[in-house]
Every structure is written in C-alpha cells, then in structure tokens.
DNA sequence: CATGAATGAGCTTTCATTCAT
DNA sequence: CATGAATGAAAGCTCATTCAT
C-alpha cells in the first residue's frame, strides 16, 4: 500500500518519539548500570541511543529525571513476573521454590533485569525516592508473595520452618548474593548459581 | 606584640603527619560511604579530615588511591576479627554459628565495618583492583573458615546439609542482605536482624 | 465519529500569515521588552504567539531579524502620533507642550510604547543599526518638531530661552526620566508624571 | 630585608588575593557594561581578567553575584562624590548646581562610573534587588540632596520654581540624557553637553 | 610537610536554528 | 506555510589536581 512512497529512504526520523524515548531508557540503564549514577555521561548516553545530547532534554527534565524514570520503566516487567509466578496453580512448596529461582535466574539473573536490582542497591541510599518506590511497587509485593508461600505450605501440613513467614527475606537472600557475586566475583570466582540455589531450596523445606 | 610570645609556641602541626593520614583516611570512609566514590568531593574530605586538600594529595597519589587505600586499611581489622573467630575453641556448629552472627551484629552491623562492605559491593565493579583484593583477603578467608566450620560439624556428626560446605555464600546471604536492607529501607521497613538470623541458623542447622 | 463531520472544516489556518507575523511580532515585542533581548528565548516568543518555533523562521531571518523587525514596526504608530502633534494648529507654546506631553503620558508612556524606548535605550548599544535607524526615523524628527516649536513660540514673542533650540533634549529629558523612573522604581518610589511633567512645562515657559 | 629574596621572578601568584578580586570586578564591570548581563560570558571576564575561569567562583557565588557585587562596589566612589557635593560651602544656587553638574561631567561621564548608570537602568528591572539597593543608597540620597540645595535656595530669597524641591528628578533628567544619549547617539550625532547643562541650568535658575 | 588559591578540562544544561513531516 | 522534534554549539559551573608560599 504505501510500498510505492517508500521508494525514498527517510534519512532522519526513522524512530517515532516514543521510540527515541525507549532508545535513550534502554542507554541510560546501560551507561548507568555499568558506571553509577555519578560517573555516567550524558554524551555516553547519547551516543549509545544514537540521539544528540540535547534530545535527552526532550523526554527527561535532567539526569536524576532520566535516571529516575530508566528505574521506574523498568519495575513494570519485574511486576508483571511477580504477578505472574503468584497465580501459579498450587503445588509443593520445594517445587513451587524452585520455580521461583528457575524464574529469577532466566528472567533476572540472566537479563539485564539484574541491573535494575544493582542499581536499586548501589544508588538507593542517595535517592530516597527510588528505595521507597522500589520497596512499595516490589519489595513488599515480593515478601507478601513469599510469605504466602511459606503459609501455604505450612497449612498444606508441610515441614517449612513458620519463621520463614516472617522473614522471607531469608528465601530471597542468596538470590541477591548472587546478583552481587555476579557483579564482583563472576571472573576470579564464578558461583554456581543453580547448584547453590537447589542447596538453598533443599535447607528451607527439609523431609 | 604577639611576635615574641609565639617563639616556641607550635601553632600548627598538632598532628603527626600519620595521625593526619588516619584522619584522611577516616574522613574519606566516611564520606565515601555516605556518597560513593564518583559523588564524593576531596574539599568533603578535607573539610571532615581538618586538612587542606592540597595535603591529600601529600599523602595519596589521587582520587582513587585515596579510595583504594580505604578500603585497604579498613581490612586488617576485619581479618582480625576472622582470626579471633577462626580460633574459637570447638564447639557445636549452632553455637559457633550463632557466635558468628553474634559477631558479625556487633563488630560489623552496628559499626562503620558495613560501610566497607557496601562500598566493596557498589564500587567493586568499577573497581576490579578492589574486588580482587577484597576476595583474595577477605572472601576467600571467610569462604574457607565456613566451609572448615561445616566440615567439623560433619565429622562432629552433626546434622548438616553437606551442599553447605560447598556453598557457604547460603551462609552468609543473610549477613549481606541485613547490610543492603538497612541501607535502603531501614526507615520505611526495618528489619530485625537478631530474629532473622535467629531463624536462619535454625534452618542451617536442623535437629 | 468525528471524521465525517470534519470534512470541510478548516481546522488550522485559523490566522492568515500575515496574522501570525502580526502575532509573532507583538509576542516578541512584550517578550523582548520584559526580558531583553539576551535573556529572551524564542521559545517564550513562539508560545505567546500561540504558534511553533519553527513559524517564527518563516516570517524572520533569526532571532536578530525578529527583534530588528519588531522596533522597525513598532516606530510607525510612533511617527505618526509625531505628524499629529506637528500638524496641531498654531497655538501658545506652553499649551503646545502640554498638549505634547499629554500625548507623551497617554500614547507612550500607558501603552507598550515606552517599551520600545526602554528597549532602544538598552539594547541600542549593540544594535547600532538600530539606533542609528531610531535615530534618523523618530530622533532627528522630534528634534526637528521641537525645535521648531520653539522657534515659532520665539518668533511669537514668547518668552522662551532661545537655547531650547539648540538643545530640545531638555524638553525631552524628563520624559525619558519618566520611562526610566517607570521601570526602575516603580514599586518603591513611584513619580507623579503628570505633576512633574506640569513643572516642567512652567520651567520651560516663564512668563 | 627581603630584597635579596626577592631575586627569583615570581611566576605566578603576581596578585593578592584581594587584588585578584578586583582585577575581576572591573573586568566583569567591562564586559557587563559592554555587553549586558545575559550576553557576557564568564569567559570574556576570565580572559580580560587574566584569571581562569574557575577563579572567578572563588570570589563570587555565580555569574548573579559576580554582577551584584560589581555594582554594589562601585556605588561607593559615588557615595563619596555625593558627600563631597554635600559639603560644599553655602553658594547661590546657580553656581552650586554648576558645580553638581561640573562633578558629573568629571567624574561620572568621563569615567566608567556612567556605565554604573547604565547598567543599572538596563539591568535592573530584572534584579529588583539592584534596583532597590540603588535607590537606597544613591537615588533617595541624591534626591534629598537637591531637594535641600532648592530649598537652601528659596529660602535665600533667590529666585527658584518650588516645585522643584519636590521634582528634583526634573534637575537629574538631563544627565541621565546625557548618558543615554551617549551610550546611543555618541558617533551619528554628539551632544555637546557642557553647552545643554549650561542651559540647564539656567532654565532651572531665572533671574 | 602543610596550605589553599588557582587552574582548566569536563560536565550538565540551554536554546537558536534546522528539517522531515 | 506550519509544525515541533532533533540538533549541537556554547554557556555556566564543578572539582580533581597543581604549585607558590
């Protein structure tokens, strides 16, 4: 239909706004990810979305603003796996676990979803607004999630310490360990990450 | 006037120049633990040190020097304190676990020792000199004595997970996991780090 | 829905281009006066103008052209109000000057015109081509028609000081002193224009 | 004493710190009176100052201060000037605003002193706080300072419009001419304004 | 050794101007 | 003609580093 038009090659515009904005997201998490908030440039950013500086000041109000906005994008997949692993039908607690870790090393550990939890860690003590957005939209969700779990299974009649309900923040910390080994160690002292995490879900539901 | 009093008077070096390096070295802990490194500013050094700026430099070839021999000199102590749990006298691996944590709430949590810790975790990655040398004196050494730990308890015929010895990280995720959580949200959703290792040293060791 | 009804209905062009110049000139005019020319952005201009930025290359060369074009404009209106005062019909020249500077309070200094003043007073200094065209367009004829205001009034037999021919910026003086006053002061100090300008005038006749 | 010392050239460090500052003040004087606060460029002020451009942020807060601070330091010589006015012995009126009319010739036209004027007619409806410190400290004095000479005058039985004691803006209207018109008009069309304050003058005192 | 004023490269941000639509 | 997203040069400001004292 519009294949007779298209004979000329646009030469610029060849991304909608919206477009160009999800460019300049996905650069940022990239620059950002890999120097912090405070090393990351600007002109790195631009030049990786392949846009000019200033356009950055098109869809951001400044670099805090971008920053902020690269986190809040990318918290919407996050909950959307969240929401997807809550409906998952009943089962064992060990297997609905090891779901769970199955989820988190496809869809975090090996994405660049991981990044978004680093930069939550490493940036959150300087931007309140950020650690307070990720614990209402995700941390609490996830240890609500957890917590249900864990309850489940213990009514089900299955041998799962009741503290855990209390502190799910138990079956989530080698999860974090090992997005932080990953960043630090993966060369001089790689982590098996399965191994671990099939010991760790053997620990929480013993029998 | 004053010319005559002040002949012997010493005004200024009230401070060894290594007492004035410890100064630095502790002002820069600070501020580089409250800021990052990128964000942090050598005036913020100076100012919190009670030097100039330019004696930073008399002291440590640049920036990341600075920061490196931090991070360096904060280490002994942590060493140290390994030792001295290296060296308890045996006992049942509850015990001598629960005596780690113990240690670790009082001499790590509740002192600047975390800050170490985070900043290892938030700069290492830029930092590859830092990460090494933090795994080589610090993480291996730790790694190996919760691995001995285990192993003892194994022999001792104590019920143990053997998956431990090789993935003593499922031991100390908790640690990592009180300091990152009470950097983000210890305002908005503390936690309690004494039950939660409670609990967790119960799930290690079972029976 | 809306389509069908739409079929004829002009929504753009709206404002012929003539209109939108018109727009565009009188949006710079009030930009420019409040802001000066530096410190004006075309962005405020194209806003006020109620049209894009890129309209305004259009009608201007740049940013410069705009300005340039605003005061040459805006010195019409200006001329004309001088052709009326100079065709007023023979008259005593006290009441002459009063009639002039009635016109002055009522046409210049309650409308945007003073602003014109103001903006040749501030910017003329790096516009030379405006002040010479400012000059040679209102300067030299005002001059000219006080001037010759004086030299009928002397040839009259009225009692005027000959010098006032040589130098009618002394009868200009206090209305410049008005605009500046105005715009300076105000708030916290504001001048009785009509009673100063009423001194004046009896200063400039005696008799 | 410290000649033989002296023998080495000093490289750097040729200024105090103070002169320093002032060698910034009256190149940001310059470069302000010739180009208006939002045109000038902190790097034009650097250069003509022979200062880096870091320097200057070590005097002043921004590129605001920096132009308050000049305007403010420059009021005082004009204090001094008016004071100096202020104490003149007791003379007819005529020949004491001669004399007025004389220091601003001397000393305010024929200095840079003249471009304080400027730039604060042009610049200060957009730094209220200029405007206001300004009349403050020399309009409100100036005011009062011919008020009193008229008064003086009256008093003495000489012969003096009243009105002028309460429009002596109408005795400042001229010299403020004289700077604008210089400022616009100094190359196409000269004013000679020895010969209009001579005028002036004798418009304000007949007889 | 210690100082802190000075430096200037480098960063964020702005805005006149362009151009594909 | 009109639009407004995109551009990128240029400006203000910062801060690690230097160096005369």
Redesign the pocket.
């Known amino acids: 239909m519009k294949s007779q038009a298209s004979v000329s090659v ?4 060849r ?1 909608s ?1 919206e477009q ?1 904005r999800q460019a300049i997201l996905k650069a940022g998490m990239d620059v950002f990810a890999a120097q912090g908030f405070a090393a ?4 790195s950013v631009a030049d990786q979305a392949g ?5 950055i ?3 951001f109000k ?2 805090q603003d971008l920053f902020e906005q690269i986190i809040l994008e990318a918290i919407g997949p996050i909950l959307t796996r969240l929401d997807s692993v809550a409906q998952l039908p009943d089962m064992p607690t060990d297997i609905l676990l090891a779901k769970v870790f199955q989820h988190f090393r496809t869809h975090v550990l090996e994405t660049n979803k991981k990044d978004i939890i680093r930069l939550v860690m490493t940036e959150g003590p300087r931007f309140p607004a950020i650690a307070t957005f990720y614990h209402r939209e995700v941390i609490s969700k996830f240890k609500a999630l957890l917590s249900a779990i864990v309850k489940r299974g213990i009514e089900r009649g299955e041998n799962i310490d009741p503290a855990l309900e209390q502190y799910p923040h138990l079956i989530v910390a080698p999860l974090l360990m090992s997005v932080i080994w990953d960043g630090l160690f993966a060369d001089i002292d790689p982590l098996n990450v399965a191994g671990m995490l099939e010991a760790h879900q053997k620990l929480l539901i013993q029998g």
Chains 1, 2, 3, 4 share one sequence.
Do not use: E, I, M, N
């Open positions: 646009p030469k610029k515009r991304l706004p160009r990351s440039k600007l002109d846009v000019a500086k200033g356009t000041y098109l869809h400044d670099k």
